[in-house]
Structure formats: structure tokens, C-alpha cells
Nanobody
């Protein structure tokens, strides 16, 4: 059983930045990732990272603006969000999945453990 706790959400102006954090209760050899869901929209994968080596994967909509990273203990991941747009407004969730191959961290359907989410609101 792995617990995930997100933090760092808030309200910012368009063009601003936020950094989200996800703390896991233990190390997982596999993936940690970020998803988001806006009202009336399906949940979508945003970014993933392989804890065994640091390989990263991004949705096309956030490439060049968002960066996922990990701490030295590999139990906390961050999502640095720059150049935020109103369409980035959503509840952001941290998720994990145990895998042995890094490419699987970009297969969003695989993630099976979820945090409670943190709200990100970007105003015009």
C-alpha cells in the first residue's frame, strides 16, 4: 500500500508558474506521474517519470512548459509548471504504477494508485 500526497496547487495569472509536489510513503521501482481533470473533461496524463533511472514522458500539450523531476530519495516527484494557460486549470493528481521498463511510464492507462489531488486555477 503506497500513499500519495499532493501539494502546491493554487491560483495564478496566465503566464505564471507553480510547482506541485507528490510525496510517496515508500519507494516504488516503477513510475510516478501527474494527471489532471477539468470539469466536464476526461482525466488525462500529463507527465511521468521512471524512478529507476529518471526517464521522463510528457503529454504533447505540456511539452516545453512542464517539467517532472524526482528527489534524491526517489520518493518525491515534482511538476514544475511554467507559462501556465487558462486551459491548464484542473485538479491535478499524482499516481504510481510498478513497472520494470521505463517506456511503460508513458502509457497512462497503466497507473493504478492515486492521490487525492490538488487544484490548479489559471486566470486570464
Amino acid at each position: 500500500q503506497v500513499r500519495l500526497v499532493e501539494s502546491g496547487g493554487g491560483s495564478v495569472q496566465a503566464g505564471g508558474s507553480l510547482r506541485l509536489s507528490c510525496a510517496a510513503s515508500r519507494y516504488i521501482l516503477g513510475c510516478m506521474g501527474w494527471f489532471r481533470q477539468a470539469p466536464g473533461k476526461e482525466r488525462e496524463g500529463v507527465a511521468g517519470i521512471y524512478t529507476g533511472g529518471g526517464a521522463t514522458y510528457y503529454a504533447d500539450s505540456v511539452k516545453g512548459r512542464f517539467t517532472i523531476s524526482r528527489d534524491n530519495a526517489k520518493t518525491t516527484v515534482y511538476l514544475q509548471m511554467n507559462s501556465l494557460k487558462p486551459e491548464d486549470t484542473a485538479m491535478y493528481y499524482c499516481a504510481t504504477i510498478r513497472v520494470d521498463y521505463r517506456y511503460q511510464c508513458g502509457d497512462w492507462y497503466r497507473y493504478d494508485s492515486w492521490g487525492q489531488g490538488t487544484q490548479v486555477t489559471v486566470s486570464s
